[in-house]
């Protein structure tokens, strides 16, 4: 039964056992001229003789859908599935009805009106036999072109939400070399000069290296989350840099609970770091703010005169991991004095 409703394309037994019933009262109505207060009256015996061939040409019909499907399973087919069902359906509607018609010409309408309308008596049967095969095609095919189109759009959209988490899984797999490379070297930096400070720096990179692995599979986390590891990062970079380095937070509580994807905040003081000179003589300043909806880190332009090779992590991967998440875009402006990126704040 469930391979015939996998056939069939939805369970059919509602339909059969209201239909049916349905179309064995008004067959005798509409097409033989039965009637309640005048002959030929309307009986039980025309009821159940109606419903017997109403039953058989249905589910004779029904079995020629399913072999049909079988026959011709795939989408391309369809047009010759449909051609050759409908034409196989009409040729059984139509013999099988002429074989009942004998009986319903000496049972339904013995002595109503004799031998010599038996030819009407056919035709009108025909008439009826072939409008519950419509019926039945319309209603199967319509139900089943709607179900399958329904799974068509559920199938498209599981295998778009598949290889958005795959881009986003390959996306941040990017992030955690690219931190651990960079601080490394800076770790490699301070040991010669001061190694308590080097001890200091390592469990701050834990803490930092923690989150990224806590993380690693969000897609997106709380504000809060983000600023409360970005303040550890900033630790990283003061050490390094001391006071040739200022970095300002800025964020209202009610702005905290609302989400940001992870590590975007560390890969933009990164981009800032690797492009700008920081010096005694041309401190950088980093100002991360709210505004209009938006989490802004600003930092003031000097530009490096030395061209390093990009690794293509920074502004490019959160770039495409809020593409990936929805319409809402990553701006970045550059003036002569500030280069600005304005990341959206997603709600919950």
């Known amino acids: 039964m469930r391979r015939t409703n996998c056939k069939i394309g939805f369970n059919d037994g509602w339909l059969i056992l209201f239909t049916i019933p349905v179309l064995s009262f008004i067959v005798p109505i509409v097409f033989m001229g039965c009637r309640f207060g005048k002959p030929p009256y309307f009986s039980w015996d025309k009821y159940f003789i109606a419903f017997f061939i109403t039953v058989a040409l249905w589910f004779g019909d029904r079995l020629i859908m399913i072999w049909s499907r079988g026959k011709y399973p795939l989408f391309k087919d369809v047009r010759k ?15 099988g009805n002429n074989l009942f018609g004998w009986l319903m010409d000496d049972i339904i309408f013995k002595g109503s009106y004799g031998s010599h309308f ?6 009108n049967s025909n008439s009826a036999a072939i409008f519950c095969t419509i019926m039945v095609i319309a209603i199967y095919e319509s139900i089943y072109f709607m179900n399958e189109l329904k799974k068509s759009v559920e199938e498209q959209e599981n295998l778009k939400r598949e290889s958005l988490n795959a881009q986003l899984s390959a996306l941040k797999t990017q992030v955690n070399p690219h931190f651990l490379f960079n601080n490394l070297n800076t770790l490699c930096a301070i040991i010669p000069d001061d190694p308590k400070q080097a001890i200091d720096f390592v469990q701050e990179m834990s803490k930092v290296y923690r989150h990224i692995l806590d993380v690693k599979e969000e897609k997106t986390i709380p504000l809060k989350e983000e600023l409360d590891v970005l303040k550890a990062y900033g630790f990283l970079l003061k050490t390094r840099f001391g006071s040739n380095l200022d970095i300002d937070i800025n964020i209202p509580d009610e702005k905290l609970q609302q989400r940001i994807v992870p590590f975007s905040l560390q890969l933009l003081m990164e981009n800032a770091i690797k492009h700008n000179i920081v010096s005694s003589e041309k401190p950088l300043r980093i100002n991360v703010f709210s505004e209009n909806g938006n989490l802004v880190v600003s930092n003031n332009l000097q530009v490096k005169n030395q061209v390093y090779e990009s690794t293509g992590i920074g502004l490019d991967n959160i770039r495409n991991r809020y593409k990936l998440l929805g319409d809402k875009k990553v701006k970045v402006t550059e003036s002569g004095e500030n280069f600005i990126v304005s990341i959206p704040l997603l709600e919950n």
């Open 81 to 95: 599935r449909l051609i050759h069902q409908s034409v196989s359906m009409f040729l059984f509607t139509v013999i």
């Open 118 to 123: 038996s030819t009407n008596i056919l035709i």
